[in-house]
């Protein structure tokens, strides 16, 4: 069982930047992978950045360059660093962690933060 805690979303300009965090507790110890994927309206779901637990990371391709994604493991804590911030970044932005079942039939189960709001204005 995990619980995530997000915070540092809000309002900015555009070329602004803001840093979310998200605070992992429960069964942190079997956490491999965190992402943070965001949703706009009328869009689906996707995938900004992820870091393993070795610290691989993976950026979309819109945020490269301008996002980091960074992990505290020491604090069970993942960031997101986001600079340059442009109007089409505004979204719900949502943590993720994933965490092995022992099955392999499912392999992980993800679990999901309730999501904070970024809105970049021009």
């Known amino acids: 069982q995990v619980q995530l805690v997000e915070s540092g979303g809000g309002l900015v300009q555009a070329g602004g930047s803001l840093r979310l965090s998200c605070a992992a507790s429960?069964?942190?110890?079997?956490?491999?992978?965190m992402g943070w994927y965001r949703q706009a309206p009328g869009k689906q779901r996707e995938l900004v950045a992820s870091?393993?637990?070795?610290?691989?990371?993976i950026y979309a391709d819109a945020v490269r360059g301008r996002f980091t994604v960074s992990r505290d493991n020491a604090k069970n804590t993942v960031y997101l660093q986001m600079n340059s911030l442009k109007p089409e970044d505004t979204a719900v932005y949502y943590c993720?962690?994933?965490?092995?079942?022992?099955?392999?039939?499912?392999?992980?189960?993800?679990?999901w933060g309730q999501g904070t709001q970024v809105t970049v204005s021009s």
């Open positions: 870091i393993s637990s070795g610290g691989s990371t």
């Open positions: 429960g069964s942190t110890f079997s956490i491999n992978a």
């Open positions: 993720k962690a994933s965490l092995p079942t022992g099955s392999y039939v499912r392999p992980r189960y993800d679990y």
